[in-house]
Nanobody, 126 residues
Framework: QVRLVESGGGSVQAGGSLRLSCAAS????????MGWFRQAPGKEREFVAA????????NYADSVKGRFTISRDDAKNAVYLQMNSLKPGDTAVYYC???????????????????WGQGTQVTVSS
């Protein structure tokens, strides 16, 4: 059973930065694509970013492109989300997820991710 644990959330002013981490255990991390999703109050969960199994391919939501960077460290079984130039609209609970099915394209659909973390809160104030 894969277990994902997020950390690194917090409160920051607009324009600031945060780095989220996701520690994976109990599964085939090195062959899974990994993704970050977020859910703001009163809204549906949405795709943020994804990275393929070897880190050679990434995908980002248009709303975060150029500001967020996803990366992975297979030696540490970890995936990261570096968030720069944060905006109040980035306020949400951020979730790490694993997709254990090999796909040519990185999925942006939460239903295609098998395992999820508990989430970490990010709050950006203006």
């Amino acid at each position: 059973q894969v277990r994902l644990v997020e950390s690194g959330g917090g409160s920051v002013q607009a324009g600031g930065s945060l780095r989220l981490s996701c520690a994976a255990s109990g599964g085939t991390f090195t062959t899974d694509a990994m993704g970050w999703f977020r859910q703001a109050p009163g809204k549906e969960r949405e795709f943020v970013a994804a990275i393929n199994w070897d880190g050679g391919k990434t995908n980002y939501a248009d709303s975060v492109k150029g500001r967020f960077t996803i990366s992975r460290d297979d030696a540490k079984n970890a995936v990261y989300l570096q968030m720069n130039s944060l905006k109040p609209g980035d306020t949400a609970v951020y979730y790490c997820a694993a997709d254990s099915v090999f796909r040519y394209d990185l999925s942006t659909f939460e239903t295609e991710y098998d395992y999820w973390g508990q989430g970490t809160q990010v709050t950006v104030s203006s």
